[in-house]
């Protein structure tokens, strides 16, 4: 079974620039997050999608992020303006049904983004 | 919310030595709780979860963990590791009703041969 695929794994740019970064779920699941983990800290929810309506952004920094998944498949997440302290690894991850935290979550080998 | 916090950032042993990762959470109610690990150039994958039951939960590659409600713990064990087993490890949380995970820092382990 083919795992959660994301690109590019690598991404350097400068600040004020803008980025976007790619994430295809495991095959017929139906919830999709979005990760950041700054170096040296733990993995932390950015959004939450079942099929293509957001479940949750409440920590997303609408002002300058944004994500969207269309199709309820593939998801995008975009930053728009970078600033330095975005520079993280961004880790999109998948589970099988509806929301819930009973649900393994599968994750991608992430996208590390540097912002200069 | 909940909050985690793992009680070593580096861990250094050798091959064959047993290995104990301390997993605190911050919660009053009912938790699920999940040990993450991340092996060098791979992706977050599952080692074990509780959700009930029996508090010593055994995961995958010869893991296992205690949860102990009294202390808030969560506790990684492996009696004797080895060179592949290092890798950054990962304490999570959430609530039943709250399917968001929250990660603690994560510790890093590194088997010398």
């Known amino acids: 079974e083919a795992g959660v695929a994301q690109s590019p794994r690598y991404k350097i740019i400068e600040k004020r620039q803008s980025v976007a970064f790619w994430c295809n779920p495991i095959?017929?699941?139906?919830?999709l997050y979005w990760y950041q983990q700054i170096l040296g800290q733990g993995p932390k929810l950015l959004i939450q999608?079942?099929?293509?309506?957001?479940?949750?952004d409440s920590q997303l920094p609408k002002d300058r992020f944004s994500a969207e998944r269309l199709k309820g498949v593939d998801s995008t997440l975009k930053i728009q303006p970078a600033k330095l302290e975005d520079s993280a690894v961004y880790l999109c991850?998948?589970?099988?049904?509806?929301?819930?935290?009973?649900?393994?979550?599968?994750f991608g080998p992430g996208t590390r983004l540097t912002v200069l | 919310a909940q909050s985690v916090s793992q009680h070593n950032h580096h861990v250094i042993l050798s091959e064959a030595a047993s290995l104990e990762l301390g997993c605190n959470y911050s919660?009053?109610?009912?938790?699920?709780l999940f040990w993450y690990v991340q092996y060098p150039g791979q992706h977050l994958q599952l080692l074990l979860k509780?959700?009930?039951?029996?508090?010593l939960v055994k995961g995958i590659k010869g893991f296992e963990a205690e949860f102990i409600k009294s202390k808030f713990s969560f506790n990684l064990r492996k009696p004797s590791v080895q060179w592949s087993d290092t890798a950054e490890y990962f304490c999570?949380?959430?609530?039943?009703?709250?399917?968001?995970?929250?990660f603690g820092a994560g510790t890093t382990v590194t088997v010398r041969a």
């Open positions: 919660y009053g109610g009912t938790v699920n």
């Open positions: 999608f079942q099929n293509n309506g957001v479940v949750d």
């Open positions: 095959s017929g699941h139906a919830t």
């Open positions: 999570a949380v959430n609530a039943p009703n709250d399917y968001k995970l929250s």
């Open positions: 991850a998948s589970s099988a049904s509806a929301p819930s935290s009973y649900n393994e979550q599968f």
């Open positions: 509780y959700f009930s039951g029996d508090p």
